[in-house]
């Protein structure tokens, strides 16, 4: 029951409601067949309070877009994913936290690949609970775990994954929700269980997005749920530079990040006190 979910896990509802909103669309970029089923009436209902904040009576938009930014951000990744996994032949794909993710379900992924879910009991629980007559498209495997434990690691390692292999992992929808303390941890834990060359992909804001008056109302409604957006950073790229990846950050809206669906402008990196949503893939380096 979606009922057992906290108040960070109960955000993975409401991607999924998201999802399943734009997979109604005409112009969708891409298409979720299980999101529906995955938000519940639960998730439809965050996404309803999403809206009414958002959007004003008349219909004019009073804060980001989440629908256009979340459409944007699961096809980035989609694409992301689906060539990495082809250029690395077959690698272990580890989705950290899983939440309602269907990428397993409703994606071809190359033969031999392992596809790791990890997420606290009771997400897994519900998520098995509605896709239980579904079959993955992929070499499946939930891992029951949280990643603030001291010891997650060996959880995963005793599921099959073989850090010696190249691995690609996906934090989606995560950093907003860490502590900048606990965003290196995280980064720190799960670069030691990649091989040289293996890839990452994450979504972050920058620290004006946690302050500015064009935000607050949206930021308002996560804080209400009892999950406030609490890290953000300018630099992204030395975020994870730090803990041994090369990496490079996309804004909504630029050229290889928009498909034509951002519609706000895209400030330059150089211009100071604006909000930005960060698209960042790397590769795990020697050493």
């Known amino acids: 029951m979606s009922s057992t979910l906290n108040p960070v896990e109960r955000t993975s509802l409401l991607t999924a409601a998201l999802r399943a909103a734009e997979t109604s669309r005409e112009d ?43 459409a944007i951000r699961t096809r980035f990744l989609d694409d992301y994913l689906y060539r990495a996994a082809r250029e690395d032949d077959a690698p272990q794909i580890v ?12 994606m071809q992924w190359p033969a031999g690949t392992r596809y790791f879910e990890l997420d606290r009991p009771a997400v897994l629980a519900y998520k098995q609970e509605q896709l239980v007559s579904v079959q993955p498209q992929v070499e499946r495997r939930a891992v029951a775990l949280d990643l603030t434990s001291p010891a997650w690691e060996e959880d995963l390692l005793a599921a099959g994954y073989d850090p010696g292999r190249p691995s690609i992992w996906l934090l989606e929808g995560l950093l907003y929700y860490v502590s900048s303390q606990d965003a290196h941890r995280l980064l720190e834990r799960v670069g030691a269980l990649m091989t040289p060359g293996s890839r990452i992909a994450a979504d972050l804001v920058n620290a004006a997005a946690l302050t500015l008056p064009d935000v607050q109302v949206l930021l308002d409604v996560f804080a209400r749920w009892g999950c406030p957006w609490i890290f953000g950073t300018d630099e992204p790229e ?7 990846f090369k990496a490079e950050a996309l804004q909504p809206g630029d050229p290889k990040a928009g498909y034509g669906r951002w519609p706000d402008p895209v400030p330059p990196r150089s211009v100071a006190g604006v909000r930005r949503v960060f698209f960042v893939h790397g590769q795990k380096q020697p050493g």
């Open 28 to 70: 969708r970029l891409f298409e979720d067949p299980y999101a529906a089923r995955l938000a519940g009436d639960a998730g439809f209902a965050l996404l309803r309070e999403i809206r009414e904040a958002t959007f004003l009576p008349g219909g004019e938009r009073s804060a980001p877009s989440t629908p256009d930014y979340n």
């Open 95 to 106: 989705l950290a936290p899983a939440g309602m993710d269907s990428r397993a379900y409703r």
């Open 238 to 244: 030395a975020l994870f530079d730090a803990h041994g």
